[in-house]
């Protein structure tokens, strides 16, 4: 019965790589010709759909991601304390994120809770490639070389450090898509997404980033504080940052056996706490 009338109750399950809301959209453009069809004094009443609820959970997602990416150029802005340089990172970012939509498409994968979600936590992470670039570029263009010098010196010296780092991190993710059962079907999207996503990052810090410093990054002024300062000067006078980790970086570097037997105090409290939990 549906409120109190006698009813006859239809389940639409969609396949296993269907679309749950096109299946949804679907039904519901389908009932009125079916009602017209079947004849008078029949009714179709909804009585559960899980499209709205996907489509709410991916669009708070979207908007969590958003804001997000907002954050992230904020606060690469307030540490870079440069425009151009924040702009730089700030174009990398979307540019990552479309050549990883090309990917998903070329994967078979569509937009969902858990490939929206991977793409929301590498947003953090697709920057890190692009910010190392364009400080190595800034610190040459800094000691006055030409800038296509610049550039490519810069990208070179850390390109095989950024590749790594970033190869290290699919290698975490990419064994989950391995997977077997409905544990994989479940974070395989999830794990290719990131790995894509990632992938996509070391391409547009190693390619497109160089091109867009080449157009926005200026060398500093002749005789200007950045141009001026050499490396023996800039020791010299710490910035407040430097002046925070300069001394625990001195103390790690004179007790090396200190620092590690407490680092692994450290790992293993937090092992066994998270064992505990």
């Not at 670039?133 to 800038?147: D, F, P, T």
């Not at 070391?202 to 200007?224: A, E, K, N």
């Not at 490396?231 to 625990?248: C, D, G, H, N, V």
């Not at 056996?257 to 937090?270: C, E, F, H, K, R």
Request: aromatic letters at 6%.
């Amino acid at each position: 019965r549906v409120n109190g009338e006698p009813s006859l109750t239809l389940a639409v399950t969609k396949t296993p790589d269907g679309n749950t809301v096109e299946v949804s959209q679907l039904v519901q453009d389908a009932l009125p010709a079916l009602a017209t069809a079947i004849g008078s004094g029949t009714a179709f009443t909804v009585v559960f759909d899980q499209a709205p609820f996907i489509e709410s959970s991916i669009e708070a997602l979207a908007t969590e991601g958003s804001l997000g990416l907002v954050f992230a150029v904020v606060i690469i802005l307030l540490f870079l304390l440069s425009v151009r340089s924040t702009l730089v990172i700030a174009i990398s970012i979307p540019t990552s994120i479309l050549l990883t939509f090309i990917g998903m498409q070329a994967s078979g994968y569509s937009l969902n809770i858990l490939t929206l979600g991977a793409i929301t936590i590498s947003i953090g992470r697709v920057v890190d490639d692009s910010i190392v670039v364009v400080e190595n570029i800034k610190r040459h263009l800094a000691l006055g070389e030409e800038k296509m010098q610049a550039i490519l010196l810069g990208v070179k010296e850390v390109a095989t450090a950024v590749t790594a780092a970033t190869v290290t991190t699919i290698a975490v993710f990419l064994p989950l898509a391995l997977v077997g059962d409905i544990t994989g079907e479940l974070f395989r999207p999830f794990a290719l997404t990131t790995a894509i996503a990632l992938g996509a990052s070391l391409f547009v810090s190693l390619t497109i980033v160089p091109v867009l410093c080449y157009w926005f990054l200026r060398p500093p002024q002749v005789g200007s504080h950045a141009a001026a300062m050499s490396f023996e000067e800039e020791s010299a006078s710490p910035t407040r940052l430097q002046k925070s980790y300069l001394p625990i970086l001195r103390w790690t570097l004179r007790r090396p056996v200190a620092t590690i037997l407490l680092s692994l105090l450290i790992l293993g409290g937090t092992a066994g706490l998270a064992t505990n939990l």
